[in-house]
């Protein structure tokens, strides 16, 4: 238990970010100034249509693992994320893939 009296344990919670739009060259230029994504939590990933974060975040929960991840941006001003999104992995990942959500392969 820890002090809050919470009895679940953190795991890792695996998720993408996605960007409204693509990166400037001018908050690409501010993101490798901060030291918050650079830690291996939160990585930039790139194509000319979109730009996105991949996440692997530890917490409780999923909800306070985004609201982690989430909280970095306070400090990349006009950059804002449109989706939290969840691929077929990291549904795997994060013990969330079954029929229901992920179509059963042919």
């Known amino acids: 238990m ?3 009296g919470s009895t679940a ?3 890792n919670w695996y998720f993408n970010l ?3 739009d693509v990166m400037t060259e001018e908050q690409s230029d501010a993101l490798a100034q901060l030291a918050s ?3 291996g939590r939160i990585s930039l990933v790139e194509s000319p249509e979109r730009s996105w974060f991949t996440c692997s975040f530890e917490a409780e929960t999923m909800t306070q693992a985004i609201a982690d991840a989430l909280a970095r941006f306070k400090d990349l001003p006009s950059v ?3 989706s939290v999104e969840l691929d077929p992995i990291a549904l795997e ?3 969330m893939a079954t029929p229901a959500v992920v179509r059963v392969p042919e």
């Open 18 to 20: 996605v960007l409204q």
């Open 2 to 4: 820890d002090s809050s």
């Open 80 to 82: 804002l994320v449109q």
């Open 9 to 11: 344990l953190a795991r």
């Open 93 to 95: 990942y994060n013990g």
């Open 37 to 39: 994504f650079h830690d």
